[in-house]
């Protein structure tokens, strides 16, 4: 089953943090899965169950909580903080009952890890900086509901299907989990057209960790000698979109799959039209939306 969702825009401060109202937004925009309220915090835990709750009353699935702060930033004291909060947020993730919490494996520089590269993301160090993140905060929390997942990233060493098979397989902790976005696996015009077959890669390697997703396209951008490319809404680019819609969604597991990055409420809108006329022209069932 494929749940799929996206953004909400409430209108205040105040709708903001009512998770009641938030699902109802949610309702209206036509998901059947939502982000984690940003106001949540591990030290209010009656704002937690209340959250709950009410995405739980309208049958709405959380697919994740996120966080994307640098772990490995080059300075000692933002990199310890930032895998403090890294803690909390898993900690928030498995109270609420969210599918993951989500961050990038980082990037060795000092500030937020996708605004400065270093060719030492591609390192072994790097990936087993990765490994190493991962068991702790699993073993830390001992989940049982939320899953700790990197999501797929190109300016570092989870950057393709075989690279977070090898990381699925090195962690080794039940409790660890994949974030697919196909949109970041791209990285060339051959893989923008055969998107598919990364997709049905994915799907080969490591089908039972699959636990959430992030669905945009991309496009080329013209005139351009070198590759360039650039996200956009769901059936706005140039990437056939329906085999990654088909092949999550025939996992026997609930997988969640996530519109982000869209500009407003209408962007939003289009996307998850999008998504639902791809569903019904492909006859592509165990898709919720």
Known sequence: MLKVGGHVFPKNEKDARDPEKLARLAGEMGYS???????LTIDKPEEIREAE??????????????????????????????????????????????????????????????????????????????????????DEVKPKRAYFTYEVFMYNSVDSPKQYERLVRAVDRKMFGVHLDL????????????AGKIVEECVRLFPDKIISSHIKDARLVRPAITTLIEEAVPGQGEVD????????????????????????????????????DTVREGDIAGVEI
């Open 33 to 39: 899965a939502v982000y984690a309220p940003e106001y």
């Open 53 to 138: 709750r009410a995405f739980k009353k309208e049958n709405l699935v959380i697919a994740e909580v996120g966080y994307w702060e640098n772990m490995l930033d080059t300075r000692p004291e933002y990199r310890r903080k930032n895998r403090e909060e890294m803690l909390k947020r898993f900690q928030l993730a498995e109270e609420l009952g969210a599918g993951c919490v989500v961050n990038t494996a980082g990037s060795y520089c000092e500030g937020e890890g996708y605004k400065d590269h270093n060719p030492k993301n591609f390192s072994e160090e790097h990936f087993q900086d990765a490994v190493d993140m991962a068991r702790y905060f699993i």
């Open 183 to 194: 949109t970041n696996m791209l990285r060339q015009p051959r893989e923008i057209y055969q």
């Open 241 to 276: 979109l329906a085999p990654y819609i088909r092949e999550l969604a025939a996992l026997p597991r609930t997988i969640t799959m996530m519109m982000e990055h869209l500009k407003d409420e209408e962007e939003y809108l289009t996307g998850i039209r999008f998504i639902r």
